[in-house]
């Protein structure tokens, strides 16, 4: 399960809303005692990262009911044809026997999370463009069936590392559906002795070059460095800069290690103090479905209204 931020609301000061998707989790078999494991898991790694609850609205999918009952109104407006096209679905589709209604219908649920949120922006990788792009022509049909309701979104694509891709494979993207594959990624909580075993068996080229390149025989390398580039925060020309006197690949996957396991050590420190309170992890996360529910509700009621039902009287 991959956190959603689901964007910066338009409201007067900034807002960012990270959304655990344990609704988007289950369009495929969950064992319900990991699925709730994973999701605590998931949100001390976003505290630990850095999120701190009084800047950034961290929150369960489930625990706002707005999303699940979104994602039904924004199914009545949006045509199959746009789904069918969605190639997310039709890569998982293809290696599963048996397919769920939720998977086909996974991007009008996304579509809900941003919505709901009247975000501008919605940080994405390169893989989910889609979805945004999609979640645009949603906003935009349901606007002129209905008037002015939803905020049209746009996908925020950073230049580096808006695809990250396997360590194992540099022409496939870095993903959980092949996490089970040794040597495939690097993960938030691996330890030191993985991560460079990870980093010095990536797969790069017969060459010694250390450069940004289009080429794809370079592949592996650009996607060492973009990494390096990501985690240092430094410009291009810096980070070739900093391999002028490297020998070879081997000190590429070296330094890339190093920064990488640097950048993660205090992350997996603090993720474990959140773990040992699973109290206050919980605790966190209902603030933040409180402070999500603040937006999202009254934003349901407005869709609600716009397509004519009738609000409940208490």
């Known amino acids: 399960m991959a956190p959603s931020k689901v964007g910066s609301s338009v409201r007067e000061e900034k807002v960012n809303f990270f959304c655990l998707v344990d609704l988007h989790a289950i369009t495929v078999y969950q064992d319900p005692e990991e699925l709730r494991r994973q999701t605590r898991s998931l949100a001390a790694v976003l505290f630990a990262a850095g999120l701190h609850p009084d800047k950034s609205t961290v929150f369960v999918q489930s625990h706002v009911a707005a999303h699940a009952e979104s994602c039904w109104v924004l199914n009545c407006v949006t045509p199959m044809g746009w789904l069918e096209r969605m190639t997310q679905f039709k890569d998982k589709s293809s290696r599963q026997e048996s397919v769920s209604a939720g998977l086909f219908d996974y991007p009008v649920l996304m579509a809900g999370d941003i919505l709901l949120y009247d975000s501008h922006e919605v940080p994405v990788g390169d893989d989910q463009r889609q979805h945004v792009e999609l979640a645009r022509d949603i906003a935009i049909r349901f606007n002129r069936i209905y008037g002015d309701t939803f905020v049209v979104p746009e996908p925020m694509i950073p230049e580096i590392g808006a695809r990250v891709m396997g360590m194992n494979d540099p022409t496939v993207k870095m993903s ?28 790069t080229d017969s060459g010694s070059e250390i450069a940004f390149s289009d080429d794809p025989e370079k592949a592996g390398v650009n996607n060492l460095l973009g990494i390096y580039k990501v985690i240092t925060d430094k410009l291009q ?5 900093d391999f002028a006197d490297a020998r070879g690949y081997g000190d590429l996957k070296s330094r890339v290690a190093e920064v990488v396991i640097d950048a993660l050590s205090p ?19 209902a603030r933040g479905a409180e402070s999500a529910a603040a937006v999202a509700t009254p934003k349901m009621d407005e869709i609600k209204q716009r397509v004519g039902f009738t609000l409940p009287q208490f």
């Open 176 to 203: 959980k559906s092949f996490a089970h594959i040794r040597g495939h990624a690097v993960r938030m909580l691996d330890e030191p002795r993985e991560i460079e075993r990870t980093i010095k068996r990536a797969v």
């Open 237 to 241: 020309d810096e980070v070739i800069a």
């Open 267 to 285: 992350i997996q420190e603090r993720y474990y103090e959140f773990m040992d309170d699973p109290a206050e992890l919980d605790r966190m996360l």
